[in-house]
């Protein structure tokens, strides 16, 4: 990742009835003509670049094969899109019923609540052959709180303003709908071919000692862990539980002394955690060197409003994600049902198994340097004492790299850059870089907020987070690979329920 600034990416799937002007609607776009002959599409992907409201979009844009009712809804377009522009025709009821079976579909395959999209009634020059009124177009966008709008490709007509619609409504609902858990959910999902469930740690005590978050932390992991046999168990399925732990901000120090822990004592991890292996953990701007004493020395920070304001942002939970993966049945027949609506843990069929992945964590912790900062700021935050942990250096040098000692633990740590540099001509960050040996684990990721703590609290906001996506992508592949590394270690997955193996023995 760089800290120059390309341009955002976004994929988009294009999905709605047979003929009522996709192909049409991107060729114009991206072409600038019209095509009045008929051909079906099967699938093309076109590329173009806008620039909408001071930033650059590269917008990748797969055009699909129209839908009926019993086409089935591909992995390829519901999966891995940062949103869909739904078509109807306005001259075709049956095309505008067809809008919401899709939209239906989608939300049934990513499990999630609701999703970007724009919805886009075409060939509004046919006006005599209307049969869906502006106005019912309308409801169904105030239904969805998606934006809605008439176009016609044929007179070019609101063409690039359904394009330009779709990032609005696309950068609006991204925060709310497709945070940083779901994201990583939905997509893990179907890259390692897993259940996956990306569980968030309720609630995370910013006060009390480290140990005592590290023990509180243990009990609710193992209960995730206990939670997800007794699925398994219920429907029949095997498979090794495999945990990834994600923290932000200190969440990472606590992800990263629970692993300590498990690895020193090797009993109560197998108690606790009943056979489960933790096989990595990414952390978000964790401080595991200390906090940035650049910012905290600028007088800027000296406000005790401002810090009281930081820290009610952490304790919101915005901050505070966990996830656990469970490989997903690799039986056909089961594929469909795989997937439940989001918090639907209990909704998953977790038959099948080829293995299970679980990943925890993620809790962020208000802190500061406490001898670093004024008394009245220290005062603030008096209740937080792992304040203190960040301020013995030894401790946090030794932390790293006894994590590093761990044979088949993997890590590595993401951390928010301000685009432009101090005045010591250094990157603004905010946590204090590592040590040279080091720093091939630490990735920096570019950000567009007004200072060190905005871009350190915003880094799952898309709007703050130059490469949100990329930071999205990037976590998720880290994590296919300490999978894969894990299943290569261990043998190859069990793909077959208990049943189907006990019937294919002799
Ligand atoms: N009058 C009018 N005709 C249009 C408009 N847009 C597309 N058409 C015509 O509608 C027909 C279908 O257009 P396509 O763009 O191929 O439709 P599609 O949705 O991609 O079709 P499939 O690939 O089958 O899903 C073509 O004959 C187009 O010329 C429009 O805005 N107005």
């Not at 076109?46 to 591909?74: C, H, N, P, W």
């Not at 206990?226 to 398994?232: C, F, G, I, V």
């Not at 901050?319 to 998953?348: E, F, L, M, P, V």
């Amino acid at each position: 990742m760089s800290s120059t600034n390309p341009p955002k990416s976004r994929r988009i799937a294009v999905l709605g009835a047979r003929a009522v002007g996709k192909s049409s609607l991107v060729i114009q776009f991206c072409e600038n003509h019209f095509v009045e002959s008929y051909y079906p599409t099967i699938e093309s992907t076109f590329t173009k670049t806008i620039r909408y409201k001071g930033y650059e979009y590269s917008v990748e844009i797969m055009d699909t094969a129209g839908q009926d009712e019993y086409s089935i809804l591909s992995s390829h377009h519901a999966s891995s899109m940062d949103g869909y522009v739904l078509v109807y025709s306005i001259s075709s009821r049956s095309s505008f019923d067809m809008v919401k079976i899709i939209r239906d579909k989608i939300l049934d395959f990513t499990g999630l609540e609701s999703v970007p999209c724009v919805v886009v009634g075409n060939k509004s020059d046919l006006s005599i052959q209307r049969q869906i009124s502006p106005e019912e177009g309308k409801e169904l966008g105030e239904q969805w709180q998606c934006s809605t709008i008439e176009t016609s490709a044929k007179h070019d007509e609101n063409v690039y303003c359904c394009w330009f619609l779709f990032t609005d409504s696309e950068e609006q609902t991204q925060v709310l709908k497709l945070d940083f858990p779901n994201r990583i959910q939905t997509i893990l999902t179907n890259t390692v071919k897993a259940d996956v469930n990306a569980i968030v740690y309720p609630s995370y005590k910013t006060a009390g000692d480290l140990r005592l978050a590290v023990e509180n932390f243990s009990v609710w992991l193992g209960q995730q862990v206990a939670d997800t046999k007794k699925d398994m168990d219920r429907l029949n399925s095997s498979g090794k539980i495999m945990i990834v732990l994600l923290g932000h901000s200190m969440g990472g120090i606590v992800s990263a002394e629970t692993i300590l822990r498990f690895n020193d004592e090797k009993s109560a991890c197998l108690d606790q955690l009943q056979g489960a292996s933790i096989i990595g953990m990414l952390a978000f701007d964790t401080p595991f060197y200390s906090i940035n004493q650049n910012f905290v020395a600028d007088k800027a920070w000296s406000s005790v409003d401002q810090v009281r304001g930081l820290g009610n942002l952490w304790n919101t939970g915005t901050a505070t994600i966990a996830a656990a993966t469970a490989t997903r049945a690799i039986n056909a027949s089961n594929h469909g049902s795989t997937s439940g609506r989001s918090g639907g843990g209990s909704a998953k069929k977790w038959g099948l198994f080829a293995g299970v992945v679980g990943a925890a964590a993620i809790g962020a912790a208000a802190y500061v340097a406490r001898d670093k900062i004024q008394a009245t700021l220290a005062d603030a935050y008096d209740q937080l004492t792992f304040i203190s942990d960040l301020t013995d250096i030894h401790s946090c040098d030794q932390r790293v790299k006894k994590l590093l000692k761990i044979p088949d633990i993997f890590f590595k740590c993401f951390y928010v850059q301000l685009n432009e540099l101090g005045s010591d001509h250094r990157p603004k960050t905010f946590i204090k870089l590592p040590p040279e040996e080091v720093a091939y684990l630490f990735v920096p990721v570019p950000s567009s907020a007004e200072n060190e703590i905005a871009a350190h609290t915003s880094m799952f906001n898309p709007k703050k987070t130059d490469h949100y996506y990329e930071l999205g992508s990037d976590s998720i592949s880290l994590i296919s690979e300490m999978v894969s590394r894990f299943q290569r270690k261990n043998g190859p997955p069990l793909i077959l329920a208990k049943e189907e193996i006990q019937q294919q023995q002799p």
